[in-house]
């Protein structure tokens, strides 16, 4: 038999199966000639069984297993039988390796996710490689699917109930040792010596001991208490999701009426419900992101020369808060960074902010104390620039004021190396601006991180005019190395993000203007699928930072970006809102809300207007949209994939939706435009002026993607 995929030899009466095999990428997945050749290898080892001691399947790749199927495999699905007809040809071979007369073991070294952990469910013996690189999971939930390919069946027969929907609901992956102590693995060693060590474990057959017992256990558990676990399952799944996600609620109820099923009968209820997910709006967005996100670790800039600066230390200027959380990313990213700032109050608040963001990896696991301690100690708070001249990245996270930024620059420039790149966190000021305060305004750029740092994956590089593109380049590949995601963004009045934000937020001001309540407000727009209402998002951003990026914006972009005098009245009474325990809402010691503050309604018009939510959902949203139209116009950014990724990543916009331009196209530009035109003539001709941009995508009958 040749294969060009899957390689398949006998040594010593032993079948070795690899993946990866004659494969250029770095990734390997089970696409269709992969699978083929997989059902023709697992039937020739049936054919074979009885001269055989047992078979072992490993990696030819240094990082990958299988890191599951191929995505553009469901991506293609058009029909729901189509995919519950592509599940069952997964499921069958699956079958035909778990009925195998010999024993058999994975020796997983790798990334081996969704179908690849399907595949060793399948096996006797799973042993995984002690590499950091070796992580194992079900992520179909984060795709919008159920794993299709027999994982919601073999999970839970191997570790238990509670543990399988822990996983298979989250779609989280596990290390080699989280593994073994779940009971997923049998056994870590070195990846050197996985090949040996699988020949040992065929002496365990636990396919006729181990998983029979575990199977017996597994219907012998109580059916109350399973009843139990489900339910508190699914009220966990509604509290984390509100009910916005098809998935995880498709997966419990597979899994709970398969409770008391056999294989055959379970598998195929499987694969129905991987049918109709697969194909289903919801589904089509979340694979959309995927594509978006994998596509977003290319760099898109174009040519570079040869002298793309490596970035491996690091300086932050400011400490405080944000410049703590910075400091944090590069400590994390093994950069030793140095933190400088005027006094040593902000030092301590910088410290004490990287010091909370490690304490949580701490208490999630993630990080030992011995790692803790070490992280911290490489991070060096000074008053002065000593050390800085050994620095490849400095990043400016001080007091948003031009002049003062400037002035930092200017400095910073005299203390660093020729090849060191300088970069500013800032929100809303002009970068084009900025860089005339350098020497060498080729090595600077916009590096602006979303607070909290730790927890919001958006990175924009904002360029200017005389920027190198050796200097994106750089940043763009440091940003990914740290785990973020970059989107370039052209300077100009709030980058990207923030620009969209803007008329969010200024519209809810206007709607509480007319009378409508913030409870309406904010729950008009969780029920759209938003994180937080505008209300209570201007309370974390604090409504004086609110109320000077919109006047910035105002500014830049004329009366369509005029703010409503909601915030300033706030401003007045000193309700700025979550960091003075007051705002829209009231916060307790900890920082949760205690209620609305009844003394801003005290401030609003005593006349109430009651809207329906749908209106107040249009009045928020469709600025957002014809604001991003103009964004596409004007070419801040390429494409409306980036505008989508940044508002996903940046703020929070609901990922079943697909971003806010995949939303805008769903729902139909020629109903958007004629929404818009509805408010211009009775809300506000400057703020709901259509955008020429979108007039002609409904002109041409395209939509934004299509453009």
């Not at 995927?290 to 020369?305: I, R, S, V």
Request: proline residues 4%.
């Amino acid at each position: 038999m040749t294969n060009k995929r899957i390689s398949f030899e006998i040594k010593d009466s032993i079948a070795y199966i690899g993946f990866g095999y004659n494969c250029e990428k770095s990734m390997t997945v089970l696409d269709e000639e992969s699978l083929v050749e997989l059902r023709d290898t697992v039937d020739d080892l049936h054919g074979k069984a009885k001269e055989l001691k047992g078979a072992i399947f490993f990696t030819h790749k240094e990082k990958c297993f299988l890191a599951g199927a191929d995505i553009k495999l469901i991506a293609g699905m058009k029909t729901e039988s189509e995919g519950a007809h592509g599940a069952e040809q997964g499921q069958l071979i699956f079958n035909k390796i778990e009925d195998l007369k010999i024993p058999t073991v994975a020796c997983v070294h790798g990334v081996c996710l969704g179908g690849g952990t399907e595949l060793i469910l399948s096996c006797n013996t799973i042993i995984a490689s002690s590499d950091n690189a070796t992580v194992m999971g079900l992520p179909e939930v984060k795709l919008g699917v159920i794993p299709g390919f027999g994982g919601t069946y073999r999970m839970p027969r191997r570790i238990g109930l509670p543990k399988a929907l822990d996983l298979i609901l989250s779609g989280k992956m596990v290390k080699a040792k989280k593994a073994k102590r779940l009971g997923l693995v049998d056994g870590v060693f070195p990846k050197e010596r996985l090949l040996e060590q699988a020949v040992i474990h065929f002496d365990k057959r636990k396919k006729a001991e181990g998983l029979m017992e575990s199977l017996e256990n597994f219907a012998s558990e109580n059916f109350l208490s399973k009843k139990i676990i489900f339910q508190k399952a699914r009220e966990s799944v509604l509290k984390k999701t509100k009910g916005f996600y098809q998935a995880p609620l498709k997966i419990l109820d597979v899994m709970e009426a398969g409770m008391m099923k056999g294989r055959s009968s379970y598998l195929s209820s499987e694969s129905q419900a991987f049918g109709e997910l697969c194909v289903s709006e919801q589904s089509k967005n979340l694979q959309h992101i995927f594509f978006m996100t994998e596509e977003a670790k290319k760099f898109p800039g174009g040519e570079t020369t040869e002298n793309v600066p490596s970035l491996k230390r690091g300086a932050v200027l400011g400490a405080g808060t944000m410049g703590g959380g910075i400091a944090w990313l590069m400590c994390n990213s093994d950069m030793a960074p140095i933190m400088k700032d005027l006094n040593e109050d902000a030092l301590v608040l910088g410290l004490k902010q990287a010091s909370s963001n490690f304490k949580g990896a701490m208490k999630r696991k993630k990080l030992s104390e011995d790692d803790f301690q070490r992280k911290m100690r490489s991070i060096s708070p000074q008053l002065d620039f000593s050390g800085f001249q050994k620095t490849d990245l400095v990043i400016e996270a001080v007091v948003e004021n031009m002049d003062i930024k400037k002035s930092v620059f200017a400095e910073a420039e005299k203390h660093v190396s020729e090849t060191c790149l300088l970069t500013s966190n800032t929100s809303s000021l002009s970068v084009e601006e900025m860089a005339t305060a350098l020497e060498k305004p080729e090595r600077f750029a916009g590096l602006h991180f979303f607070n909290p740092v730790h927890m919001m994956p958006l990175v924009e590089i904002i360029t200017h005019s005389k920027m190198s593109n050796d200097t994106a380049k750089a940043l763009y590949d440091w940003c990914l190395a740290s785990k973020k995601t970059p989107v370039i963004v052209k300077d100009g009045p709030g980058f990207l993000v923030n620009r969209i934000l803007m008329p969010y937020l200024n519209e809810a001001g206007f709607l509480l203007e007319e009378g409508v309540s913030m409870k309406d407000i904010d729950d008009a727009c969780l029920n759209f699928g938003m994180p937080m209402g505008p209300c209570r998002l201007l309370d974390e951003i604090g409504i004086d930072v609110g109320v000077k990026v919109a006047k910035i914006l105002h500014d830049g972009l004329g009366d369509r970006a005029k703010a409503s005098g909601a915030s300033d009245l706030l401003v007045d009474k000193g309700f700025l809102g979550k960091k003075t325990s007051a705002g829209f809402y009231l916060y307790d010691e900890n920082g949760k809300v205690a209620g609305p503050n009844e003394e801003v309604t005290k401030l609003l018009p005593s006349q109430r207007k009651k809207m329906d939510e749908t209106e107040i959902q249009m009045r928020v949203v469709l600025p957002m949209i014809n604001e991003a139209s103009i964004i596409l116009e004007e070419g801040i950014v390429k494409t409306p994939a980036e505008v989508d990724l940044g508002l996903i990543f940046g703020i929070g916009f609901p990922p079943f939706r697909g971003g806010l331009l995949k939303h805008a196209d769903s729902e139909g530009l020629e109903r958007i435009l004629s929404a818009i035109e509805k408010f211009s003539k009775e809300v506000d001709f400057d703020r709901y002026q259509p955008s020429g941009y979108l007039k002609d995508l409904v002109d041409q009958k395209k939509k934004f993607y299509e453009a």
